[in-house]
């Protein structure tokens, strides 16, 4: 039976570093298996994303292509596995987490 899987990352304007990551699968939170370095860090899901950087005491932004595809990544993500979905279930999961992925630098509010 096919399970309703539900991606949070609680992180928000101006400091989209400062959150965590919400995974709930049939309504249960599931958060406790993401390993404690990726719990507050991006998941590194392959996307576009906004990044900025300084040139001249201006800040400039750029679209940036970066991170791991879906089977690079779940090889690197082993902890998937331990979630109580069946297989067929990690693209979808992947999908979600790359819907809430984030980079560092990606909202500005450290500028």
Not at 1 to 7: G, L, S
Not at 77 to 98: F, M, R, T
Request: hydrophobic residues 35%.
């Amino acid at each position: 039976m096919k399970k309703e899987i539900k991606v949070e990352w609680t992180g928000s304007y101006p400091c989209l570093c400062s959150g965590r990551w919400v995974i709930t699968i049939n309504g249960n939170d599931v958060s406790d298996c993401i390993p404690v370095d990726l719990q507050g860090s991006p998941m590194n899901t392959e996307n576009d994303y906004q990044q900025w950087h300084f040139e001249d005491w201006v800040d400039v932004w750029e679209t940036v292509h970066q991170g791991l595809p879906f089977d690079a990544w779940l090889a690197k993500n082993q902890w998937v596995k331990s979630l109580p979905i069946d297989s067929s279930q990690y693209e979808e999961l992947y999908d979600a987490i790359s819907d809430c992925d984030w980079i560092y630098g990606s909202c500005g509010g450290c500028i």
